[in-house]
């Protein structure tokens, strides 16, 4: 049976399916030896020989693997670090099915990541109308004003468009508790930028309803079947967030 050629690549754990895509626009996936760089284009696994970057799919994993990772700062969340700017997630979490990160965490930041070989849970998580809202706990470089905080609530121009949380809550003066909804690179960084002040540390404590809890840095844990159960169940409710100070 045929199926779109990124959720096949995505359900072998090759990579999340928008990820997937970006393989596809870029050459690196080939059909019965012929590149295909139009996503939406469909193949069967069954009778197609499917490729990337020459080498043939891996076979349908056994078991949904999904892996709760505190990130602790200076790793990079990539499958592989060509660069050379560090280590990566994957140092962290041996493991002989391959398994990608989940969104991003920039090297900086630390906190709750999740590893998985499940494309199609991946992309449900990161992709924006499915509502995974995360929250992160944010130091700043100096006191933040009510002024500032108001303006955060109330959203900031970053490149045209207006970056906006679902919820934020000052913790002390230079500590705030803050709920994005879609996350773009840097995002948060560059909010508190906007209003005069700079994040010294940025730290993600929950992903939908998966809280980070007391996993240590740089260690992980491996979610229970509710766990991962809830978190394809999930939608945010809107209505439970407060965005005033407590």
């Known amino acids: 049976m045929k199926e779109r050629l990124q959720k096949i690549l995505a359900e072998r754990g090759v990579a999340s399916r928008r990820a997937c895509e970006q393989l596809m626009r870029a050459g690196r996936v080939t059909v019965n030896g012929l590149p295909v760089q139009q996503p939406g284009s469909e193949a069967d696994p069954d009778t197609d020989v499917i490729q990337v970057d020459g080498k043939l799919l891996p076979p349908v994993a056994p078991e949904r693997i ?13 499958c592989s670090s060509t660069s050379g700017k560090g280590p990566t997630v994957l140092d962290l979490v041996p493991s002989r099915v391959r398994l990608f990160p989940v969104g991003r965490l920039d090297r900086e930041s630390s906190g ?22 995360k929250e992160y706990s944010v130091r700043v470089w100096k006191p933040l004003e009510a002024s500032q905080c108001e303006q955060l609530r109330r959203g900031v121009p970053l490149n ?9 809550r000052r913790v002390n003066a230079t500590t705030f508790l803050i709920t994005m909804g879609e996350g773009r690179k840097r995002e948060i960084r560059r909010m508190v930028k906007a209003v005069g002040n700079a994040v010294v540390e940025l730290h993600r404590v929950r992903i939908g309803p998966l809280s980070l809890g007391d996993i240590p840095p740089g260690r992980w844990r491996k979610l229970t079947a509710t766990e991962v159960e809830q978190l394809c169940d999930y939608r945010r409710e809107t209505s439970e967030y407060i965005h005033r100070d407590r």
């Open 66 to 78: 999904v892996i709760a990772l505190n990130k602790p700062a200076g790793y990079l969340s990539t």
């Open 112 to 133: 709750l990541l999740l590893l998985t070989n499940d494309g199609t849970l991946a992309n449900r998580i990161m992709h924006p109308r499915f509502g995974y809202d």
């Open 160 to 168: 045209d468009r207006m970056a906006k949380p679902l919820a934020l």
